[in-house]
């Protein structure tokens, strides 16, 4: 069965930094592109990075380019999403999810997400 | 990047069928075959519903239905149920090499 569990959320004051972390369990990790997702209290999904599978390709929203960095654990099947210069905006639940991906000769695309945590949240306030 | 546009609100009455919109640009929805859709009920975490525009993953019910045509996608849910109450929403990838998710609707059983 594929497990998700993100932990390292919290209460953060604004400029302060936090690193997220999802355990994955139940399928090969290092064969998955993965994925962070948020949610900001009663909003709306919004997808905030990607990481290819060997952890040599991110890509991340406008939004946190410069701030957030996602990376990987493949050995200790890890996700990371190191969150710094917070801003209140990204107060949010984060979800790590397990992203199905193809790739031609030249580029590979993100077809969808197929698994999903139940999210850690990250409260960014003074 | 703006969100992919849905309704914010839809509803039905248990037995109906109905069916939510999500609109892109060439960029994006009208670009590419990889739209999917997730369920989210309240507290909880999204169900893959929907993939590559209209295919199911096992054990998603087959009231469960996408198609697109240009930049639209839509997800019909026929039958409906009381349990299929909760917020919907779309993406899909897009241009930049990333993912691009749709506002969220919420549907409501009457």
């Known amino acids: 069965e594929v497990q998700l569990v993100e932990s390292g959320g919290g209460l953060v004051q604004p400029g302060g930094s936090l690193r997220l972390s999802c355990a994955a369990s139940g399928f090969s990790f290092r064969g998955f592109w993965m994925t962070w997702v948020r949610q900001a209290p009663g909003k709306g999904l919004e997808w905030v990075a990607n990481?290819?599978?060997?952890?040599?390709?991110?890509y991340y929203v406008d939004s946190v380019k410069g701030r957030f960095t996602i990376s990987r654990d493949n050995a200790k099947n890890l996700l990371y999403l190191q969150i710094n210069s917070l801003r209140a905006e990204d107060s949010a639940v984060y979800y790590c999810?397990?992203?199905?991906?193809?790739?031609?000769?030249?580029?590979?695309?993100?077809?969808?997400?197929?698994?999903w945590g139940l999210g850690t949240l990250v409260t960014v306030s003074s | 990047q703006s969100a992919l546009t849905q309704p914010a609100s839809v509803s039905g009455s248990p037995g109906q069928s109905i069916t939510i919109s999500c609109t892109g640009t060439?960029?994006?929805?009208?670009?590419?075959?990889?739209v999917s859709w997730y369920q989210q009920h309240p507290g909880q975490g999204p169900k893959l519903m929907i993939y590559?525009?209209?295919d199911r993953p096992s054990g998603v019910s087959n009231r469960f239905s996408g198609s697109k045509s240009g930049n639209t996608a839509s997800l019909t849910i026929s039958g409906l149920q009381a349990e299929d109450e909760a917020d919907y929403y779309c993406t899909s990838y897009t241009t930049s090499s990333t993912l691009l998710f749709g506002g969220g609707t919420k549907l409501t059983v009457l």
């Open positions: 590559d525009v209209s």
């Open positions: 060439s960029s994006d929805v009208g670009g590419y075959n990889y």
């Open positions: 999810a397990r992203g199905r991906a193809s790739c031609s000769a030249t580029s590979c695309y993100t077809r969808y997400i197929d698994y």
């Open positions: 990481i290819e599978e060997d952890g040599n390709e991110e």
